[in-house]
């Protein structure tokens, strides 16, 4: 199996077998993200996007803090719809964020809104039409998120980010997201 597979997975699995004083959360998230900068050239179009992550939330001791530590991996594409997959760029992520909630309305569990702020080592795939180099790039980079969240309900939270990362110093990478995390 593959390490980029095996370690993530491992990764979120600590949560499982830890003895965390929170209550913890493990879900899934799906995104629409808006590509700027040198990404909606290189993909030819401004379409949207798709990303998925399985993700997990630690919670520290609720009268201590509202804040929470969340892990993900996942896989970000953009391409032009309807056109040929030598536009394509697709990023495969692990990383972190720590989102702080701004209010406690005295519930069982953190909820309503929070700020978001994220890490993640990104591996890149970007073909030949879309490479500003005009051959396919494989290359693992930084990448940093920034936003805002609301928790809906107990499994459901909605959020609005800016992602930023680069393939190389010509070849920037920002995008506008839109998420739905489903807890389970």
């Known amino acids: 199996m593959s390490r980029w597979i095996t370690v993530p997975a491992l990764l979120l699995a600590l949560p499982l077998s830890a003895d965390w004083p929170g209550d913890d959360l493990i879900g899934v998230q799906a ?4 590509p ?10 401004t379409t949207p996007g798709i990303g ?11 009268t201590q803090s509202m804040v929470a530590a969340r892990i993900a991996m996942g896989a970000d594409d953009w391409r032009k719809l309807g056109g040929s997959s030598d ?13 702080y909630f701004l209010k406690d309305d ?9 700020l ?14 879309a490479s500003d180099t005009g051959v396919s790039q494989r290359v693992i980079r930084a990448g940093g998120s920034a936003g805002f969240g609301y928790r809906l309900t107990r499994r459901t939270d909605a959020e609005v980010k800016v992602y930023v990362s680069q393939v190389d110093p010509s070849f920037k990478v920002y995008a506008a997201r839109v998420c739905l995390n489903y807890w389970f």
């Open 31 to 34: 995104r629409v993200s808006l």
């Open 36 to 45: 700027g900068a040198n990404l909606a050239d290189a993909v030819g179009t």
């Open 52 to 62: 998925l992550s399985v993700q997990t939330e630690l919670h520290f001791e609720r």
């Open 87 to 99: 536009r394509a760029v697709t990023g495969y992520h692990v990383g972190g964020d720590v989102l």
């Open 106 to 114: 005295g519930k069982d569990y953190l909820n309503g809104p929070y």
């Open 116 to 129: 978001i702020g994220g890490l993640e080592a990104v591996a890149w795939s970007v073909s030949q039409g």
